[in-house]
């Protein structure tokens, strides 16, 4: 018998999460140059950080030597959502504060209902801490709220929504969610996933955050990671009632987001310029791929996100045929979705080798 069989039995039955291939791996396996790869495989912000953060995170570099301090961030952060200070909670990404939400509501004996195609993080946060899974079919490759209703049981603690969702890039229009959660028990908690909203126009937004005082259930889940381009720097946050925050908090580790990151995204957060420059080169990127694959006659699922998800048929060999070409993509089949492949907007060279490496490919 060896140690892994002490293991928990839900631990050993979780698939470990596949990140996108990074560019240094690539050229290792490969020999191409990595100033010559192009990666579009992890819905990263082709702009980099904010020069506002950059300068921030090099200024705080000398004080790394001490413990970080969240106030001034979460003081920002509810400034901004119109919350209590005691209603936000930071993490390193927001992978974090979906763990520490499962942390609090799931164990064994308990559930989570979540859609099909959804974000892998879910199942990990839920399967880890010993609860049970509930997957929905999807409705057009997205959430079918009515059915995740339905599939709510007694026994079950939270339902997950990503809006927009990834990998799929769909998006459930907010007075649809609204509906989900007046019909939702008020003893369930209904994550909100909210990692890609800055992408959506602003006409289709909605301030979610004041809708917690209506629903003490909603907890609202950001990142920094995508349209702020800190997702090197793990940093995310959580708004929510006083009360799951406070919960939150007490299984939070106590440093879960340092001090590099807590500068750079407290800089970002007033970079409106460099946000609206990546929201406008987005804009323009998703036009330049919808129209390179539709040029293909390829089926591709509306964004609503920084990236685009398409068929090839193949979506394996598709991707391999890509990576020999020095370009990354992220292949979806773990999502149950092997004839897909999804693409990150990048900047305009970038989509152009894209587009030309896949003609190639197919």
């Given at each position: 018998m060896s140690l892994a069989d002490q293991a928990l039995p839900y631990v050993r039955a979780i698939s470990p999460y596949q990140p996108?291939?990074?560019?240094?791996?690539?050229?290792?396996?490969?020999?191409?140059?990595?100033?010559?790869?192009?990666?579009l495989a992890s819905n990263e912000n082709p702009l980099g950080m904010s020069?506002?953060?950059?300068?921030?995170?090099?200024?705080?570099i000398s004080g790394v030597e001490r413990y970080p301090d969240q106030f001034d961030l979460i003081a920002k952060v509810a400034e901004r959502c119109g919350l209590a200070q005691n209603q936000v909670v930071l993490g390193n990404g927001s992978n974090d504060v979906l763990d520490l939400?499962?942390?609090?509501?799931?164990?064994?004996?308990?559930?989570?209902?979540?859609?099909q195609h959804a974000f892998a993080v879910y199942p990990l946060a839920t399967l880890s801490i010993g609860g049970e899974l509930i997957a929905t079919p999807a409705k057009n490759?997205?959430?079918?709220?009515?059915?995740m209703r339905a599939a709510i049981r007694p026994d079950t603690r939270i339902v997950w929504i990503a809006n927009p969702n990834n990998p799929t890039g769909n998006f459930v229009p907010y007075p649809e969610v609204r509906a989900f959660l007046e019909a939702?028990?008020?003893?369930?908690?209904?994550?909100?996933?909210?990692?890609?909203?800055?992408?959506?126009?602003?006409?289709?937004?909605?301030?979610?955050?004041?809708?917690?005082?209506?629903?003490?259930?909603?907890?609202?889940?950001?990142?920094?990671?995508?349209?702020?381009?800190l997702a090197g720097l793990r940093i995310g946050y959580a708004l929510a009632?006083?009360?799951?925050?406070?919960?939150?908090?007490?299984?939070?580790?106590?440093?879960?987001?340092?001090?590099?990151?807590?500068?750079?995204?407290?800089?970002?957060?007033?970079?409106?310029?460099?946000?609206?420059?990546?929201?406008?080169?987005?804009?323009?990127?998703?036009?330049?791929?919808?129209?390179?694959l539709e040029k293909l006659g390829l089926e591709y699922i509306k964004p609503h996100g920084n990236f685009v998800t398409f068929k090839v048929g193949d979506g394996a060999g598709v991707n391999q045929k890509l990576l020999k070409q020095g370009v990354i993509v992220r292949p979806i089949g773990g999502y149950g979705l092997p004839e897909w492949l999804r693409v990150t907007i990048g900047a305009e060279p970038e989509n152009t080798r894209f587009l030309e490496a896949l003609e190639q490919a197919l």
């Open positions: 996108g291939k990074p560019i240094t791996e690539l050229a290792r396996e490969t020999g191409i140059p990595v100033d010559q790869i192009v990666k020069p506002k953060a950059k300068k921030a995170v090099e200024a705080a939400i499962a942390r609090v509501f799931l164990a064994p004996g308990r559930s989570a209902v979540f859609a490759y997205g959430h079918d709220l009515d059915a939702v028990p008020k003893d369930v908690v209904v994550v909100l996933d909210e990692a890609y909203n800055d992408y959506l126009p602003p006409a289709e937004r909605v301030d979610v955050a004041g809708w917690i005082k209506d629903f003490p259930n909603l907890v609202v889940c950001r990142t920094m990671s995508k349209i702020y381009g009632s006083a009360e799951v925050a406070d919960l939150m908090n007490r299984v939070r580790q106590p440093f879960n987001v340092n001090n590099l990151a807590l500068a750079g995204a407290l800089a970002a957060l007033d970079d409106d310029e460099f946000l609206q420059a990546s929201y406008e080169l987005n804009r323009l990127g998703m036009a330049q791929i919808v129209a390179g």
